[in-house]
């Protein structure tokens, strides 16, 4: 690692210590991520750098946390709960994230597949999410500011698919642009009513599993510089 990359890794000391992430993934494994490799990723991803700085005190505590333009930087948990999902059925080499928002998630994905294939609507918060993950030296990733209900279909199939905001209805594009086998993990309604779904490709169409009851920012539809 670069001396840059050390220093970048040293901002906030005294809140991110490793007793306070190890804090952090007791809980996640008490509330039900067994994944070692997702636990592992989280515990090494310095989410400090993903949050504002007066907010950076707060960055391992298990809470989604504000990012600005109404868009928010997904709890931990959650992260990770969906992570493990699109990692169950193994190792995945291409994978779409629907929300690059801060680029905290795109990181943890990077480090857990082959390929991340990222969509952002809002192109302010793309760009700092890029700049943090370069920084970071995580290179396996390419992005795209556009329309998340689309997709990237120029790039499709895909192995894996997660969207990190909530749609009103499964966007058909998405379940189009799915593999063979794939897996797409998405939060699915509005309002006070959300719920996580699990929706496999199968052989003969798909298969869909309610997952429990989540909260996150909508899903919307258009680029927005």
């Not at 801060?102 to 809002?122: K, M, N």
């Not at 997709?151 to 593999?179: E, F």
């Not at 699915?188 to 052989?203: C, H, Y």
């Not at 003969?204 to 920012?217: E, I, P, T, W, Y």
């Amino acid at each position: 690692m670069s001396r840059e990359h050390d220093d970048l890794l040293r901002r906030g000391v005294g809140f991110t210590s490793q007793r306070t992430r190890e804090r952090l993934i007791q809980r996640l494994y008490e509330e039900g991520i067994a994944n070692t490799q997702v636990l592992d990723v989280i515990r090494k991803t310095p989410r400090h750098l993903f949050v504002d700085e007066a907010l950076a005190h707060r960055a391992y505590e298990d809470t989604a946390l504000p990012i600005g333009n109404n868009q928010t930087i997904s709890q931990p948990y959650m992260v990770a709960r969906m992570s493990e999902l699109l990692l169950a059925a193994g190792p995945l080499d291409k994978v779409l994230e629907i929300g690059t928002g801060s680029g905290y998630q795109t990181a943890v994905l990077a480090q857990l597949v082959e390929r991340v294939f990222s969509v952002e609507r809002i192109k302010v918060l793309q760009d700092r999410a890029k700049e943090r993950l370069v920084e970071l030296n995580l290179r396996n990733m390419v992005f795209r500011w556009g329309d998340g209900w689309e997709g990237w279909p120029a790039l499709a199939p895909y192995n894996g698919i997660i969207v990190t905001a909530v749609a009103t209805d499964v966007p058909q594009a998405l379940l189009d642009q799915l593999a063979p086998g794939g897996r797409l993990v998405i939060p699915v309604g509005s309002g006070e009513v959300q719920q996580l779904m699990l929706i496999i490709r199968e052989e003969n169409g798909f298969s869909r599993h309610v997952l429990g009851a989540v909260r996150f920012v909508p899903l919307l539809n258009g680029p927005l510089a």
